[in-house]
């Protein structure tokens, strides 16, 4: 197992039998004040509970997190991953094969995991570099996060992440109610029928042709007014030199104009990109690496739906992609 210090916290990779210990409790408590001279003058707040992490053998102090209301459900980061563990078993998945993959908070407010599925479960949407199916999984502890759990698609030559397209289940749940492993499975039995489905979807992608001037035209009107500017420069210099790029200030005309400094090569573009699923996976690389959990989660799953729609624009006669 190993430990990468990142920007927003440690991130783990390794055997998911190695996790579990790792991974802190939390508990509620009254959120109330205790006055240490007069008693008489202890009040407690009866709307609200104050979380807080619980100690453990690398780190003895108990530690606030979070103020709730009574109906909050808690649930527990450590209880999720392991339901997802349980999840994959039961369902009869080669468990031994499973790496997960997560990241956390500084407190773990906020926990984010993946399982990655077996090799029998990848495919090659055309271009020889493999996508790996994995189970995705966001929780927080402090009220300040939904629930998510989605499985997707994961590039082997970067890492770059795309969740399973608009039509596929997936879970987004308040923490009120019950909560238990079935939602799990369902997410992941849908995952696993979609797969068929998602591999004619990249295989029609990789084969859609992209002419330069349609695509200049998307990225500086359809791509800028759904992303911003920003993102847009990003995904027309990868797309076009495979180099991601700041933009420099006070730079102007379109994106495809702005005035850039290269700050880091692609792996796995090949450039100028010729087709819809290279275009997708220059998307896939800026949402991936968004440092916030839930926001990555949701540009990923922008994806499939802003790659389906370019040819169906109202204008789509003169800026068909084929």
């Not at 709307?47 to 109906?71: H, N, Y």
């Given at each position: 197992?190993?430990?990468?210090?990142?920007?927003?916290?440690?991130?783990?990779?390794?055997?998911?039998?190695?996790?579990?210990?790792?991974?802190?409790?939390?508990?509620?408590?009254?959120?109330?004040?205790?006055?240490?001279?007069?008693?008489?003058?202890?009040?407690?707040?009866?709307?609200?509970?104050?979380?807080?992490?619980?100690?453990?053998?690398?780190?003895?102090?108990?530690?606030?997190?979070?103020?709730?209301?009574?109906?909050?459900?808690?649930?527990?980061?450590r209880d999720l991953f392991r339901m997802a563990i349980h999840a994959v078993h039961e369902m009869k998945i080669d468990f031994d094969n499973i790496v997960h993959?997560?990241?956390?908070?500084?407190?773990?407010?906020?926990?984010?995991?993946?399982?990655?599925?077996?090799?029998?479960?990848?495919?090659?949407?055309?271009?020889?570099?493999?996508?790996?199916?994995?189970?995705?999984?966001?929780?927080?502890?402090?009220?300040?996060?939904?629930?998510?759990?989605?499985?997707?698609?994961?590039?082997?030559?970067?890492?770059?992440?795309?969740?399973?397209?608009?039509?596929?289940?997936?879970?987004?749940?308040?923490?009120?109610?019950?909560?238990?492993?079935?939602?799990?499975?369902?997410?992941?039995?849908?995952?696993?029928?979609?797969?068929?489905?998602?591999?004619?979807?990249?295989?029609?992608?990789?084969?859609?042709?992209?002419?330069?001037?349609q695509f200049e035209y998307w990225v500086n009107h359809d791509l800028k007014k759904a992303w911003g500017v920003k993102p847009a420069v990003r995904t027309y210099?990868?797309?076009?030199?495979?180099?991601?790029?700041?933009?420099?200030?006070?730079?102007?005309?379109?994106?495809?104009?702005?005035?850039?400094?290269?700050?880091?090569?692609?792996?796995?573009?090949?450039?100028?990109?010729?087709?819809?699923?290279?275009?997708?996976?220059?998307?896939?690389?800026?949402?991936?690496?968004?440092?916030?959990?839930?926001?990555?989660?949701?540009?990923?799953?922008?994806?499939?739906?802003?790659?389906?729609?370019?040819?169906?624009?109202?204008?789509?006669?003169?800026?068909?992609?084929?």
């Amino acid at each position: 197992m190993s430990e990468i210090k990142v920007p927003y916290g440690p991130v783990y990779n390794g055997a998911c039998n190695d996790a579990l210990h790792i991974i802190p409790e939390f508990d509620r408590i009254p959120f109330r004040y205790e006055s240490m001279d007069n008693p008489a003058l202890t009040g407690e707040n009866k709307k609200f509970d104050l979380i807080i992490k619980k100690p453990t053998e690398w780190d003895r102090k108990t530690i606030p997190i979070g103020i709730v209301s009574k109906q909050y459900a808690l649930i527990q980061h450590r209880d999720l991953f392991r339901m997802a563990i349980h999840a994959v078993h039961e369902m009869k998945i080669d468990f031994d094969n499973i790496v997960h993959y997560f990241e956390y908070s500084p407190n773990w407010e906020t926990f984010f995991f993946s399982l990655k599925f077996p090799k029998q479960f990848t495919i090659d949407p055309g271009d020889g570099h493999l996508l790996e199916l994995q189970l995705i999984c966001f929780n927080s502890v402090d009220k300040s996060k939904n629930l998510m759990i989605e499985m997707g698609w994961f590039r082997q030559v970067c890492a770059n992440g795309l969740v399973i397209g608009d039509k596929m289940f997936s879970m987004r749940k308040k923490h009120i109610g019950d909560f238990n492993i079935l939602h799990v499975k369902d997410v992941i039995q849908h995952g696993l029928d979609r797969i068929e489905p998602e591999k004619i979807m990249f295989n029609k992608w990789y084969q859609a042709k992209i002419n330069e001037e349609q695509f200049e035209y998307w990225v500086n009107h359809d791509l800028k007014k759904a992303w911003g500017v920003k993102p847009a420069v990003r995904t027309y210099h990868i797309c076009q030199r495979g180099m991601d790029v700041i933009m420099k200030p006070f730079s102007q005309g379109e994106p495809t104009e702005k005035d850039t400094q290269d700050i880091l090569k692609v792996p796995g573009i090949n450039v100028p990109v010729k087709n819809v699923y290279a275009v997708s996976q220059a998307l896939s690389w800026i949402a991936t690496r968004k440092r916030d959990f839930a926001d990555r989660l949701a540009w990923q799953k922008m994806i499939p739906g802003m790659i389906e729609s370019f040819n169906c624009s109202s204008n789509s006669e003169t800026r068909s992609w084929i």
